[in-house]
């Protein structure tokens, strides 16, 4: 990720959760949440690395599921946060990161589109997934809302998002060796995808 998108997210780091707490934001990030816990299925004792963690919202909401998270963001401001919130993590690129660890299961949730190398992050997820875990993946689809959201963040951030048809999603997914084994349809045009290793 590039600098400017580092330091837009160090500047709203402290604001993240007002952000979210929003009328409409909350309402939609709640039904998000349902369709997540239905993804994950069961998760109770599992480590799940949230991949993207900002402040630890996405960790609050696994802890409360009955798992372990762990959370990795290239925003020292976002991991500051996450930290003062009681949670787990470290500064880490997603298109570059090591942890030496694997997991149950790996979330990323609205952080794929900020990305540059796409396919070098399934890699990595790949590295860093046990062999029966799986991965869920939150993408922006081509909309009309999507391309609003666009908009917003090429006029006023001055961050050039990256939004997917559904073929680029299925192309990147079986280059880094996963299957869609399920995905739900979200608010806002987009997509919860759960993969797994198509070979181990």
Avoid: W
């Amino acid at each position: 990720m590039n600098s400017k998108i580092k330091q837009h997210f160090d500047n709203i780091a402290s604001q993240y959760k007002t952000i979210f707490s929003k009328s409409l934001l909350r309402r939609s990030r709640d039904y998000n949440k349902r369709q997540l816990a239905k993804i994950l299925s069961d998760c109770k004792g599992e480590d799940i690395l949230d991949s993207g963690c900002g402040v630890g919202l996405n960790c609050q909401f696994v802890k409360e599921l009955g798992a372990n998270p762990y959370g990795i963001d290239f925003s020292l401001r976002m991991i500051e946060e996450l930290h003062r919130n009681g949670f787990n993590g470290e500064v880490q690129d997603l298109e570059r990161f090591n942890l030496g660890r694997k997991f149950d299961k790996i979330i990323c949730i609205g952080v794929f589109e900020f990305c540059k190398d796409h396919l070098s992050i399934l890699f990595n997820f790949r590295k860093h997934l046990k062999d029966n875990g799986c991965v869920v993946l939150h993408i922006s689809n081509y909309s009309l809302f999507s391309l609003l959201y666009f908009s917003y963040h090429l006029l006023i951030t001055g961050i050039n998002i990256k939004l997917f048809s559904s073929k680029e999603i299925y192309k990147l997914v079986h280059q880094a060796g996963f299957v869609i084994s399920d995905k739900k349809k979200l608010p806002l045009s987009s997509v919860l995808y759960k993969l797994r290793k198509s070979h181990i």
